[in-house]
């Protein structure tokens, strides 16, 4: 999964350094997949810790703007994606990938996903974050807290303040209304950046994707 990643975005222009986070990551690359990679110089591997939150801040202590962040389970991850979300993820302190269920329904790629219920649409991630300067840093320490509660909407918002877990749970919150009032609590300024492709909510969290992507791909090739 990580060499589809690494290759898509080595291969994309308007990507410099690619930085691997990972508990281990000098293991993952001795896998032939990944060799030829650990060997590119735009490659550098960097070993994570407990969190991703905490993780993400000691890199970006070092790093030029603006970071763009996936993941190595983001298997259909392609430049169509990249130049959408990338068109769209400036004029914010940080932005968020998303996918509508009724777009990757069209494909019927909507099955065994995690969506947020909004009044207006039904999402779920894209694994596709922008960070475009250091404001992000508030953003990221608050992430702590939010990040254990990634699977469980409810709890996130209810981190966020019980009147918007109300909202949410009887769909009266718009998707743009949520991120206004993730943005008023992080202080800084997020953007849900609606991805058109059906394929971009879809990772790999379990084997029934490990499937589903591999299917995908054979029919690609």
């Avoid at 290759?7 to 032939?32: C, K, M, N, S, W």
Wanted: proline letters at 4%; hydrophobic letters at 50%; aromatic letters at 8%.
């Amino acid at each position: 999964m990580l060499a589809h990643v690494l290759e898509t975005l080595l291969a994309y222009p308007r990507i410099g350094e690619v930085l691997v986070l990972a508990q281990h990551p000098e293991v993952l690359f001795d896998h032939p997949a990944l060799i030829r990679h650990s060997l590119d110089p735009r490659v550098r591997l960097v070993r994570s810790g407990g969190r991703i939150s905490t993780s993400l801040m000691a890199v970006l202590r070092n790093s030029d703007w603006p970071v763009l962040v996936t993941t190595a389970d983001h298997v259909l991850l392609d430049a169509a994606m990249l130049d959408w979300f990338l068109d769209h993820s400036g004029h914010c302190d940080a932005a968020v990938g998303i996918a509508e269920r009724t777009v990757a329904a069209a494909e019927a790629l909507d099955g065994n996903r995690t969506w947020l219920h909004f009044r207006d649409v039904d999402v779920t991630g894209a694994n596709l974050f922008a960070f475009n300067g250091p404001r992000i840093f508030a953003g990221l320490a608050y992430w702590k807290r939010l990040e254990a509660h990634r699977k469980k909407p409810w709890r996130m918002a209810w981190e966020l303040g019980p009147w918007l877990l109300l909202r949410m749970m009887f769909r009266r919150l718009s998707l743009d209304e949520g991120f206004a009032a993730l943005s008023r609590k992080l202080g800084l300024t997020v953007h849900a950046v609606r991805i058109p492709y059906a394929r971009a909510g879809v990772d790999v969290d379990k084997y029934a994707d490990h499937v589903l992507v591999e299917g995908l791909l054979t029919r690609q090739v």
